[in-house]
């Protein structure tokens, strides 16, 4: 088991888990926010993707969530997007993509089979086809998280 957290509460898992299965067939992503190591906030993003399959979240849209996370006083802690059938890990395409090596990457999936929400730090920079580091995910703190 991976030594390292990602802190959510169980709102959170939850929105995640629903946010993914009102998208679906589509993937569904966003961003998580918090404060002081725990998840705390959801903020949902429109896929623009060209393909069910795929996720990408418009650089407008992107800059707007960030903003609202940073007036609200958090952190963005995470991406996260969601897998329809295939199994939460990262796909050699989710890792090609990452462009930021030390934010975490949530996965919830598959949305069709037991859901499970797995947190990874993708660094598309390392070779030869990158590198892939699962984190624990931890839910706790029984306070709902707010939705934007």
């Not at 407008?60 to 199994?87: C, F, K, N, T």
């Not at 499970?116 to 839910?139: C, K, N, Y």
Request: proline share 8%.
């Amino acid at each position: 088991m991976p030594e390292a957290a990602l802190r959510l509460t169980p709102g959170v898992a939850r929105a995640l888990v629903e946010h993914a299965a009102r998208c679906a067939p589509r993937e569904a992503c966003g961003l998580v926010a918090g404060a002081c190591g725990v998840a705390s906030a959801v903020h949902f993003a429109t896929n623009v993707a060209d393909r069910d399959d795929r996720y990408a979240i418009a650089t407008g849209e992107q800059m707007r969530l960030r903003a609202a996370i940073a007036r609200a006083g958090m952190d963005v802690m995470a991406v996260y997007h969601s897998h329809v059938d295939a199994p939460a890990w990262p796909s050699p395409r989710d890792v090609a993509l990452s462009f930021v090596p030390r934010l975490p990457h949530v996965i919830v999936g598959p949305v069709r089979g037991e859901t499970q929400i797995r947190a990874f730090l993708l660094d598309a920079s390392a070779p030869p086809d990158g590198r892939i580091a699962e984190l624990r995910v931890a839910v706790g703190d029984a306070s709902a998280a707010p939705r934007a």
